[in-house]
């Protein structure tokens, strides 16, 4: 059940170059992952915004609305009468804290 153990004596400096050789060989193997939104259209749907942003349509919608608390959080472009937003306003948002959304709570806002 028990594996033998054998003792091995290195100097630091020895120690320090088995690191470096495992480094450089898992370095050397590495791939990057994918960006995150490298998946999606330049140009997204509604509806595609909505669901990679984890929003409803509704929602939505009332983010590209300018407010008295805020600026409106995306704004879309029209074309051909279709509604559009830029791939990179989309993942800009996603790094923005879920402060766009408030709700009234105990008479303040509440950030989602």
């Known amino acids: 059940m028990f594996g033998t153990v054998t003792q091995i004596q290195v100097t630091p400096d020895q120690l320090t170059e088995l690191v470096r ?4 060989s898992e370095l050397a193997n590495y791939t990057p992952p994918a960006p995150e939104g ?10 595609q915004t909505a669901e ?3 929003v409803s349509l ?13 600026p409106a959080v995306l704004v879309p472009l029209k074309i051909n009468g279709r509604v ?9 948002a996603l790094k923005e804290t879920r402060r766009f959304k408030s709700a009234k709570h105990n008479g303040g806002p ?3």
């Open 21 to 24: 050789g495992a480094v450089r």
């Open 110 to 112: 509440v950030s989602c």
């Open 84 to 92: 559009r937003y830029r791939r990179a306003d989309v993942l800009d």
């Open 38 to 47: 490298s998946n999606l259209p330049e140009l997204l749907t509604r509806r």
């Open 52 to 54: 990679t942003l984890q």
């Open 58 to 70: 509704t929602t939505l919608h009332a983010w590209m609305q300018d407010t008295d608390e805020r």
